[in-house]
């Protein structure tokens, strides 16, 4: 406590260097004891109401949210209270063994919520809410988190009358934002610099909820704390790697926000790169943030540059028809790239990134084929040797193809899977994986940032891939969509891109 009984200032930083990414919450019981305070900028729209919200909610029934701890939602609609707070209840929900208590537990946290009104370009409302802030804080020093659920182009206004108005007095000051950050690399550049101008990088968490999901976070100790797969895991012994998203339904109403982005920028750009960067990158010196950082950056940038020629791009029947579609739109609802890394570790391995809408099943997974070998002894005809299978979605999972005798008296072979399914090893664990938003919110309140994005990623992302987008786009393009019927795998050219790198095509 200081002299006036309010307690002692917070660290200031915006990041917790002495965390790192497997660290469970017995290592974070200072962080607990920090008073918080979360304002949900955009606290009226669907993203903060379906994915926020909840979050926020799982974390306060599982007890992960800090000790004293305030949540404000804070919009431009004037709204009531109650109606608003309604609303955010209808979205609420329980896992499967959080069932005790439920109902009285979305009581108590509805309960916490408050709500202010107010323009995201005035930092006279922002005082406003400051002030408001201060009340409910009553003198302690509080860390604020403030996650921006609104669009891009009102990032830099906001943050503007947040650092000019509410930043925490003594304490630190986070602010999470959500994709899309741009749409290339210009336009990256001038959301970055907003943002650069009112925030240090270490006080922002660029969200890509992809890397909060439980299989991906497993992909670093997959590689590294298992030394039979990190000796394989070279030129030497992998043929190619997929990585590939599979959803078996269209845009779902949101046709016209889209169309403005593709698939490309949508999925592939942002989501699977990342996947290809934790399965790709060398072991960092450790698993704090900054460690993985740089060797996430270090290998996207050793990614060759991407031309037109490297995609197939498709377009499923019916997507011009749909509500918000300008007429004669090309698109893309499908994409497979083909990429490689220059590198020593990787060179002449091809990356297959495939995803897609309307597509015959919904899935993520990503698939590691091993070389041949001896193994062509056994079975000559066959192009692909073991496989690591990864399920991100659904049914989480991780198996193995190998070669087993069939039993009997012939000498018959066949290939068997060896498998590790969450539901099964982890079976009281599987049915209470916390949704990935939960993660990465928990972890941007505690300061350990080695699931986020950082700016030179982004950059280096968006330098890889714009070129190629620009070359897709422009009407002389010598790539164009390729129509395909929903229900089915997509385009075949995807195949003939495989085939024409030498890998087999998808079974």
């Not at 206004?157 to 000019?164: E, H, L, V």
Request: with cysteine; net charge negative.
């Amino acid at each position: 406590m200081d002299s006036s009984g309010k307690g002692a200032p917070l660290p200031r930083h915006g990041s917790n260097p002495d965390l790192t990414v497997i660290d469970d919450e017995n290592a974070r019981v200072k962080e607990f004891k920090d008073p918080t305070t979360i304002v949900v900028v955009g606290a009226s729209g669907d993203l903060a109401h379906k994915k926020t919200f909840p979050a926020l909610f799982s974390l306060y029934y599982h007890g992960l949210l800090p000790q004293r701890f305030h949540i404000v939602g804070y919009a431009r609609k004037q709204l009531d209270l109650e109606g608003w707070r309604s609303n955010i209840l209808l979205n609420l929900g329980c896992r499967v063994l959080d069932q005790k208590d439920c109902a009285t537990k979305m009581e108590e946290f509805i309960e916490r919520l408050s709500y202010m009104s107010g323009q995201y370009d005035s930092a006279a409302d922002f005082a406003k809410l400051d002030a408001y802030l201060e009340d409910l804080e009553d003198g302690q020093p509080t860390g604020r988190l403030f996650y921006l659920a609104i669009p891009p182009n009102v990032f830099g206004a906001a943050m503007g009358s947040i650092k000019a108005s509410a930043i925490a007095k003594n304490a630190w000051t986070r602010v999470v934002v959500e994709k899309p950050f741009g749409r290339d690399t210009e336009s990256y550049m001038e959301l970055r610099d907003q943002c650069a101008e009112h925030f240090q990088e270490e006080q922002l968490y660029r969200i890509d909820h992809y890397v909060g999901k439980e299989v991906v976070q497993n992909m670093v100790v997959l590689r590294f704390a298992n030394f039979i797969f990190e000796q394989l895991w070279c030129k030497e012994n992998i043929r190619d790697m997929h990585i590939i998203f599979e959803e078996n339904f269209g845009t779902e109403g949101r046709a016209g926000y889209f169309d403005q982005f593709g698939i490309i920028r949508d999925i592939m750009q942002n989501h699977l790169l990342q996947v290809l960067a934790y399965l790709t990158m060398e072991r960092p010196k450790s698993l704090h943030a900054a460690d993985i950082n740089r060797v996430k950056t270090k290998l996207l940038s050793e990614i060759m540059p991407l031309k037109a020629r490297d995609f197939v791009v498709g377009q499923y029947e019916g997507y011009r028809e749909e509500e918000g579609v300008p007429e004669g739109s090309v698109t893309p609802t499908f994409a497979a790239c083909v990429m490689y890394i220059n590198n020593q570790q990787w060179e002449g391995v091809p990356f297959f990134l495939t995803a897609g809408k309307n597509l015959h099943n919904r899935k993520a997974e990503v698939r590691v084929r091993f070389k041949k070998g001896h193994s062509m002894d056994f079975f000559p005809g066959e192009e692909v040797g073991n496989e690591i299978i990864i399920r991100i979605q659904p049914d989480e999972a991780v198996s193995l193809r190998v070669v087993n005798k069939v039993p009997g008296l012939a000498k018959d072979l066949a290939y068997t899977s060896l498998d590790l399914l969450y539901k099964d090893a982890f079976e009281k664990e599987s049915k209470d994986i916390a949704d990935a938003y939960e993660r990465l919110i928990l972890d941007a309140i505690h300061g350990e940032k080695s699931l986020f994005v950082h700016d030179e990623q982004l950059r280096i992302s968006w330098e890889l891939f714009t070129p190629a987008l620009k070359e897709l786009e422009s009407k002389d393009s010598p790539v164009k969509p390729v129509l395909y019927t929903p229900g089915t795998k997509g385009p075949p050219e995807a195949d003939d891109l495989r085939r024409i790198h030498r890998a087999m095509v998808e079974p």
